[in-house]
């Protein structure tokens, strides 16, 4: 990366998350008062001044537990540590120093990195003295700050700025591909994505809902550059527990959002749920490529599960949503990992695929020839002309005598037609209808 990492770290629920949020300027990582909430690293790209800075969030660092979740999650914050350029550790000026804090100190010496010390939770001037004492563990001076209010933030961007290494010059940027991968807790995301790095990248847990964040992860594949986001397990509405577990669904609809390509992810146990339906809902509303592929394909033997009756369930319960590609993998083994991302990648190139108004236009017209619409209320609908307005998603605009006069049924012809003609294969298409007036304005610009 072009950009310095700068790392937050310290003990559980000194409000590093909320710290993280408020440099962020969004709210990007879940906050909430139970420790140990935040458990994977969480990356966000921020300017301050021109400057160009990516900020990563950490799990609660606990040092000398044993092979647990804490665990993890403190090999998770040694490595932000080691690839941050410097780093923030956020102390409690409520707790005061602890045992803990002096451990954490004593390990972020040993980094030899550039460092400040944030004494949180200073939310009034009372409290400012009680910053003096971070000074015994010996990282310099404790710069006082309320992340909750926002006191203090600004003295410690200064101090920021100024330990970090001089800017680089700024790369030309290009848009790339986001693969959004999504699916009910425990199917195995995370897997999937350290399978695809070949690292531990996000937390591997069989416990459900261990990742409770959206992560970005930049990869090349086969020449191609693109970004990987790893969500938490959407569930089904009526069973999303209050508090931090709603934000993670939150923030799993938000990532499909900002994805090109939905990767869902279902399980050989179960094959397909409503709740996967509506995940692929969700993903076709927003006009988003979709890949499907059913993880721990290892077991199917055992499981008695064969292809053909899977894949014909899995498509009749998806038949809303035509010609996706389907794969049975094993995040576990590796098996069909690359062809899903080939399958990905396909899939963009056919939401970037562009259609000329003339041969749109010529489709148009021999569709409409061998199945017209149908007449509502006296009146027939009327296509004057056709033009593709946009790509990824492509999307197509018909300009019509009046947009009332389409038909649910008569827009999924047209879309069929279109996709026998020229592809798209798993991309959903987005096909808006105009009325007459629109279409004169826009001849006459």
């Known amino acids: ?139 310099g001076e404790p710069i006082p700050i309320s992340a909750y209010h926002g006191m203090g933030v600004g003295e410690l961007v200064e101090r920021l700025l100024a330990v970090l290494p001089p800017a680089p010059p700024a790369p030309v940027e290009t848009p790339l591909l986001k693969v959004a991968i999504v699916g009910r807790p425990n199917v195995g995301k995370s897997q999937l994505l350290n399978a695809i790095l070949g690292e531990e990248r996000a937390i591997v847990s069989p416990v459900p809902g261990t990742t409770r964040d959206a992560l970005d992860t930049q990869v090349t594949f086969r020449g191609e550059t693109l970004i990987l986001i790893d969500t938490a397990g959407v569930r089904r509405r009526g069973k999303v527990a209050p508090g931090v577990e709603r934000y993670s669904v939150l923030r799993a609809l938000r990532a499909i959002g900002r994805a090109d390509v939905v990767l869902l992810l279902t399980d050989a146990d179960e094959v397909i749920t409503a709740q996967d339906a509506h995940i692929a809902g969700y993903a076709q509303q927003a006009h988003k490529g979709l890949v499907v592929a059913v993880n721990k394909w290892d077991l199917a033997p055992e499981l008695g599960r064969d292809k053909d009756t899977c894949e014909a369930t899995i498509r009749r319960a998806l038949r809303f949503i035509p010609q996706f590609p389907l794969f049975f993998i094993s995040a576990l083994t590796g098996q069909g990992v690359r062809e899903v991302l080939d399958a990905a990648i396909k899939v963009y190139g056919e939401r970037l695929k562009r259609v000329t108004t003339g041969q749109l236009n010529r489709l148009v017209q021999e569709a409409l020839a061998a199945h017209g619409p149908s007449v509502i209320k006296g009146r027939r609908l009327k296509v004057l002309y056709v033009t593709q307005a946009a790509v990824n998603p492509p999307t197509f605009v018909f300009f019509v005598n009046d947009p009332a006069l389409i038909h649910f049924s008569y827009r999924r012809y047209l879309e069929n037609r279109l996709r026998d003609a020229f592809g798209f294969e798993g991309t959903a298409l987005n096909l808006i209808f105009r009325g007459r007036e629109e279409a004169v304005a826009e001849v006459k610009e």
């Open 1 to 139: 990366m072009s950009r310095p990492i700068v790392a937050i770290v310290g003990r559980p629920n000194v409000g590093k998350s909320t710290l993280f949020n408020r440099l962020a300027g969004s709210r990007l990582s879940v906050v909430d008062d139970a420790p140990g909430t935040t458990r994977d690293r969480i990356y966000a790209d921020v300017s301050w001044d021109e400057r160009e800075v990516t900020l990563v969030d950490t799990g609660g660092l606990e040092l000398g537990v044993g092979p647990s979740l804490a665990a993890q999650i403190a090999a998770q914050v040694k490595t932000a540590v080691r690839e941050a350029e410097a780093i923030i550790f956020l102390v409690d000026a409520v707790a005061g120093v602890t045992g803990g804090d002096q451990e954490v100190a004593q390990a972020l010496r040993a980094s030899g990195k550039p460092l400040l010390l944030a004494v949180n939770k200073v939310d009034n001037e009372r409290r400012r003295p009680d910053a003096l004492e971070f000074y015994q563990l010996g990282l």
